[in-house]
């Protein structure tokens, strides 16, 4: 693993310099250092790596724009889970319009739960260009009616 990061927190600085293979003699992804065995044992580390005083711009700049780009899609994928569990909460809803008087079964709980959720929703949606659904604005009406 620091190895791993090494090379990629170089930004192009470091390159591994091995050939690894597999069992077939088919190429692997370098590592930057190779074990030496003595039987079953490892005896040495030889480390396998170049350091480029200047790496080229291009590879770097790549590099950089497929980490920001994988980034987003991390905080992406992790916001439309948080709205998801927003929605979820917003359903309960439906179950307090069975009752005569729905703002009475709201507890403390609910109520901040409700106020929490509709925030992080209302902030959150656009950010990550998600389109919510008739139901779930109007779950979000009902219960700014209902909580005031």
Same mark, same amino acid.
Request: net charge positive; with cysteine.
């Given at each position: ?11 192009? %600085?470091?390159?591994?310099?091995? /050939? ?5 003699? #088919?190429? *692997?992804?370098? !590592?930057?250092? @190779? ?8 005896? %040495?580390?030889?480390?396998?790596? /170049? ?5 080229? #711009?291009? *590879?770097?700049? !790549?590099?950089? @724009? ?83």
């Amino acid at each position: 693993m620091a190895f791993s990061s090494l090379i990629n927190d170089s930004r192009g %600085h470091w390159i591994p310099t091995d /050939k690894p293979t597999d069992k077939d003699g #088919n190429p *692997l992804p370098p !590592k930057g250092y @190779e074990l030496i065995r003595k039987g079953r044992t490892i005896s %040495h580390i030889k480390f396998c790596l /170049k350091y480029v005083k200047n790496p080229s #711009n291009k *590879l770097t700049k !790549k590099k950089e @724009e497929a980490d920001d780009k994988n980034e987003a899609n991390e905080i992406n994928d992790t916001m439309l889970s948080l709205l998801k569990q927003c929605e979820r909460s917003f359903a309960k809803v439906v179950e307090l319009g069975k009752h005569d008087s729905p703002s009475e079964n709201i507890d403390k709980a609910l109520y901040n739960e409700w106020v929490q959720n509709i925030g992080l929703y209302e902030a959150t949606y656009k950010i990550v260009g998600y389109k919510p659904s008739l139901t779930v604005l109007e779950q979000i009406r009902t219960i700014k009616t209902l909580i005031g």
